[in-house]
């Protein structure tokens, strides 16, 4: 039975190191990422417009399409609305 603890124990070591390792790695490459988009920012870029693009690239052709046509058919339908009567405060 020992053995088998220590064995146990071995492999969640193994485990364990490696994703500290991943973790490690995660943070140096957000760091990267953070630096990139200062860069981009420092260079006049609007760094919102440029996570909004890259959140779009991970869409497919299909559900980008669907989400502008959505954004596009409620904007219109705010556009039309009369504005609703704001309370007044007691």
Do not use: C, W
Not at 4 to 27: C, D, N, P, T, Y
Not at 45 to 54: A, G, M, P, S, T
């Amino acid at each position: 039975m020992a053995d088998e603890i220590g064995v146990a124990g071995h492999r969640v070591r193994s485990f364990v190191e490696r994703i500290e390792q991943l973790e490690l790695e995660m943070a140096e490459l957000n760091e990267g990422k953070k630096e990139v988009f200062s860069e981009a920012k420092g260079e006049g870029f609007d760094v919102k417009i440029l996570r909004e693009i890259i959140k779009l690239r991970k869409l497919d052709k299909d559900e980008r399409d669907e989400q502008e046509t959505l954004l596009d058919v409620y904007m219109r339908a705010m556009e039309t609305a009369e504005p609703e009567p704001v309370a007044k405060a007691a």
